[in-house]
């Protein structure tokens, strides 16, 4: 039986890690199958990718080569490392995936979604998830929690402004596709936001 592709999304510093971690741990004690990996990222080149777009000396990229450079480290993840593990029937838990290139690069950055969409039409077309885990937490609430910004993240780096677009964009993905996004409350403790996460995957039969 061919595998599950589950996404984690939310803006920077909404406690993705910490509930990866915790998901992560869970999923050894049950015994179950899975393959932990992150967007942009995943595999050498996909890593290396991702060295280049966050950088933050890289202040001078377009906005246009950055949606690119985020769909070719994605087209090259899935071939690496993503396809692989669903071929094996393994749950594929994915950092971030395609609709963080909606949320960044479409509505933040003013691309549109129907250039993003067309670059990301692979992904889309091919490996759509089969649930998307959103953490509803404000960037003004996650960068207070994070005490500031990445100096060395550029992403991070782009102002309250654009994150406050960025969580606009989550908002607005999440309204249109509940059938697959689960809105989890980014305000809980950890160990809630983790049990609402469980829940919400059992009930959709990713778990």
Same mark, same amino acid.
């Given at each position: 039986?061919? *595998?599950?592709?589950?996404?984690?999304? *939310?803006?920077?510093?909404?406690?993705?890690?910490?509930?990866?971690?915790?998901?992560?741990? =869970?999923?050894?004690?049950?015994?179950?199958? &899975?393959? /932990?990996?992150?967007? #942009?990222?995943?595999?050498?080149?996909?890593?290396? !990718?991702?060295?280049?777009?966050?950088?933050?000396?890289? $202040?001078?990229?377009?906005?246009?080569? +950055?949606?690119?450079? =985020? $769909?070719?480290?994605?087209?090259?993840?899935? &071939?690496?490392?993503?396809? #692989?593990?669903?071929?094996?029937?393994?749950?594929?838990?994915?950092?971030?995936?395609?609709?963080?290139? %909606?949320?960044?690069?479409?509505?933040?950055?003013? %691309? *549109? +979604?129907?250039?993003?969409?067309? !670059?990301?039409? /692979?992904?889309?077309?091919?490996?759509?998830?089969?649930?998307?885990?959103? !953490?509803?937490?404000? #960037?003004?609430?996650? /960068?207070?929690?994070?005490?500031?910004?990445?100096?060395?993240?550029?992403?991070?780096?782009?102002? %309250?402004?654009? &994150?406050?677009?960025?969580?606009?964009? /989550?908002?607005?993905?999440?309204?249109?596709?509940?059938?697959?996004?689960?809105?989890?409350?980014?305000?809980?403790? #950890? $160990?809630? !936001?983790?049990?609402?996460?469980?829940?919400?995957?059992?009930?959709?039969?990713? %778990?």
């Amino acid at each position: 039986m061919r *595998g599950k592709l589950i996404t984690f999304e *939310g803006c920077d510093g909404c406690g993705k890690s910490t509930q990866l971690k915790m998901l992560s741990a =869970y999923l050894q004690e049950q015994g179950v199958q &899975h393959v /932990f990996t992150r967007e #942009p990222g995943g595999g050498k080149i996909s890593e290396a !990718i991702r060295e280049i777009l966050l950088n933050g000396k890289n $202040a001078e990229m377009t906005d246009e080569c +950055e949606a690119l450079l =985020y $769909a070719a480290a994605r087209v090259q993840h899935l &071939h690496d490392k993503v396809e #692989p593990a669903l071929q094996e029937g393994k749950l594929v838990i994915c950092d971030r995936y395609v609709d963080s290139s %909606l949320a960044y690069q479409a509505y933040a950055r003013g %691309l *549109g +979604e129907t250039f993003v969409e067309s !670059i990301n039409a /692979f992904a889309l077309q091919n490996y759509l998830p089969d649930a998307t885990v959103f !953490i509803d937490l404000t #960037p003004e609430e996650a /960068f207070l929690r994070k005490k500031g910004a990445d100096e060395n993240d550029r992403l991070e780096q782009a102002g %309250l402004a654009f &994150h406050k677009r960025v969580y606009e964009g /989550f908002d607005s993905l999440a309204k249109r596709y509940p059938k697959r996004y689960i809105r989890v409350d980014g305000k809980q403790t #950890p $160990a809630e !936001i983790f049990a609402d996460v469980v829940k919400a995957l059992k009930e959709r039969n990713c %778990l």
